[in-house]
């Protein structure tokens, strides 16, 4: 375990040492995209920016990252470019939420999980930030209406904290919030957030003691 803290304490160095470079949003969905998803979400998946549709034609968006199942694969009019409701995943926004306002993204999110699929679960959406937000702070905007449809926030090398709607971490009305508070187990708790979302979504069995050996 010691090996694999490092390996993501390594990581959380990193992404914070090229945002620091760049300080470019642009940029920062680039890093997310290439090192936070790339090396661990399985294969069967595609992400990009990008609009997000239901059967209905209502579109949402944009978001920095959706990611989907290549079963649904994105179109692409001009350099817009639109995923299905029924093959997202999940889906991101990379802010200075120091700045930038949740409450806002809490209505994205919403309108996100209104939109209609066939399968019933509403449609995860996550917060991350490479600045940092307390806590207390975090939490209470998670636990208040304006951010109820929001999943998660990641403040990359410094915490998270998670929605556990999916129960993951046990019974959601007994454990409704998870919290890393380490820089390196929060990035890792991230990662494994969205990898069990995507092996669920690709029919893959998946568990807790897969999470000792991200």
């Known amino acids: 375990m010691g090996t694999i803290t490092e390996s993501f304490g390594n990581l959380s160095e990193y992404l914070l040492a090229t945002h620091q470079k760049t300080k470019k949003r642009a940029s920062d969905v680039e890093l997310v995209m290439s090192r936070m998803l790339k090396p661990f979400l399985p ?6 920016t990008g609009t997000v549709t239901d059967f209905k034609d209502r579109q949402v968006g944009p978001f920095d990252i959706v990611a989907g199942i290549e079963t649904f694969p994105p179109f692409s009019e001009g350099t817009a470019t639109t995923f299905l409701a029924d093959g997202v ?19 994205l999110a919403d309108q996100l999980k209104k939109l209609e699929r066939q399968k019933k679960e509403t449609l995860p959406c996550l917060a991350v930030s490479f600045e940092s937000l307390s806590l207390p702070e975090l939490s209470q905007f998670l636990k208040s209406k304006a951010g109820q449809s929001v999943d998660g926030i990641l403040c990359v090398g410094h915490h998270v ?20 508070q380490q820089g390196p187990e929060s990035l ?8 069990q979302l995507s092996q669920t979504a690709l029919g893959l069995p998946f568990g807790l003691a897969d999470y000792q050996h991200l």
């Open 188 to 195: 890792k708790a991230f990662i494994f957030f969205l990898l």
């Open 89 to 107: 995943v999940f889906a991101l926004q990379i802010r200075n939420w120091a700045e930038s306002d949740l409450t806002q993204f809490g209505i």
């Open 161 to 180: 904290i998670l929605r556990n709607s999916l129960g993951l971490y046990g019974d959601p009305e007994h454990v409704p919030f998870v919290t890393e």
């Open 43 to 48: 294969s069967g998946m595609r992400w990009g």
